[in-house]
């Protein structure tokens, strides 16, 4: 458990260096994101048959940084989305 909870946050890391541009995100929401990408990640990998959802592997890995990335796109067009709706 201890090790999903910093994969997740390493992935989440790295979603956010990749992403371009300043994200308004907290290190709870990275972790989130980093979590659910892993999870995404590992679901895919598992599905193509290269390891188990839970065990770490190169294409899961990559996977799961692609689904973190896409993921925080994501959250930050629904949090722009709420903010300009205040703004208003």
């Not at 390891?51 to 993921?71: H, K, R, Y």
Request: no cysteine; net charge positive.
């Amino acid at each position: 458990m201890i090790g999903f909870i910093i994969a997740g946050l390493i992935i989440g890391a790295l979603a956010r260096l990749i992403k371009p541009g300043k994200q308004n995100l907290g290190l709870l929401a990275t972790l989130l994101l980093g979590l659910v990408g892993s999870i995404i990640g590992g679901s895919i990998a598992s599905l193509l048959g290269t390891g188990d959802i839970f065990e770490l592997n190169v294409f899961g890995f990559i996977v799961s940084v692609i689904a973190a990335v896409l993921l925080i796109g994501v959250a930050e067009a629904l949090m722009g989305r709420r903010r300009h709706r205040v703004t208003r």
